[in-house]
């Protein structure tokens, strides 16, 4: 027996936003006896439903699911406890006879767990954080990314010019550790715990803006102005990790009067798009993922074939997590 098939399996299904991950994992885990663990960093908040695309009731109800609705909203929830969360999450799944089956966009988090991250301990100096905010409202995020760019260019080209919050917390780190993020993440391991299947889910980018799109509309049809006034309403502030989610954040500076409705949703489509393309170079710089192309929804049945290969191809099933899963 090879050291690879020594290791825990563990299947990832990785893409962009509206790609069409949440209807093809659970095909998916229908068939091969999963139980799918969230990889997205805002759908463990509860009562923040409409504006992370949250898999309903429904759905949850055919596949068991695992990281939604596990903390409110004004938990700060960070990258290493997500990471310490889910590896507690596979260990249980494994034990069940079922297979962990790990599916979401939050790049960091799914590289985390996948590679074993030993995350930065930096420590914290409150004083130099105030100093920082008070700096950005001064000089506005754009002067604390320049500032970020001196320091450490590395993790500036990683993080959005606008991620205030990240940004604050790299410039935190090398001022406590005299060494910056990136210099402290080159040694980070790269190989997997797991036997580890990933798969990624792609299409052509002028068809996925326009999903992006309809799917912002769709959330403003539904109810998100509601859910983020009832938010703020109950104290969830707009500096909270929350509330830096897309689609709260630009509805959160509506609420405050400080645009129209109208500017407030193209907003949040252009920096889903914008953010759509980071989730792609995020993901096409790790080495394990198989990618399919779906941009031919009429092809259905050919990707699903396709992607019953690649798992059978690295982790060596067909059908065996079915039989195990009918046994509990």
């Not at 980018?205 to 992006?212: A, C, M, N, S, T």
């Amino acid at each position: 027996m090879t050291q690879a098939t020594d290791k825990p399996k563990l299947l990832a299904l990785v893409g962009p936003t509206a790609v069409g991950k949440t209807s093809i994992s659970l095909d998916i885990a229908e068939r091969y006896g999963c139980e799918i663990i969230s990889g997205d960093s805002m759908q463990v908040y509860r009562g923040m439903d409409i504006g992370t695309a949250k898999i309903s009731a429904e759905e949850r109800r055919r596949v068991p699911h695992h990281m939604i609705d596990i903390h409110d909203p004004d938990y700060p929830f960070s990258a290493a406890e997500f990471q310490e969360e889910v590896k507690r999450c596979i260990r249980d799944i494994h034990a069940r006879g079922k297979l962990p089956f790990l599916v979401g966009g939050t790049g960091l988090y799914i590289e985390s767990v996948c590679y074993d991250y030993r995350f930065v301990e930096g420590g914290a100096d409150e004083a130099f954080r105030e100093e920082l905010r008070r700096f950005a409202q001064m000089e506005g995020t754009a002067g604390l990314y320049e500032r970020l760019k001196e320091v450490d260019p590395a993790t500036a080209a990683r993080l959005h010019p606008n991620d205030q919050r990240r940004i604050i917390r790299a410039l935190e780190i090398a001022h406590v550790t005299g060494k910056p993020l990136s210099a402290q993440m080159e040694g980070k391991p790269k190989e997997s715990p797991y036997r580890l299947c990933i798969i990624g889910l792609t299409m052509e980018r002028q068809l996925l803006y326009k999903r992006i799109d309809a799917r912002v509309d769709d959330m403003i049809e539904k109810g998100l102005v509601e859910e983020v006034r009832g938010l703020m309403e109950r104290g969830i502030t707009r500096g909270m990790v929350s509330m830096q989610g897309l689609g709260y954040k630009e509805i959160a500076s509506y609420l405050s009067g400080e645009c129209g409705l109208e500017e407030a949703v193209e907003r949040i489509k252009r920096n889903t798009r914008r953010f759509a393309k980071r989730q792609l170079s995020w993901f096409r710089h790790m080495k394990d993922i198989v990618w399919v192309d779906v941009s031919d929804s009429s092809k259905f049945s050919a990707h699903f074939h396709q992607i019953n290969d690649i798992i059978a191809g690295k982790l060596g099933i067909h059908q065996e997590y079915i039989s195990k899963a009918s046994e509990h």
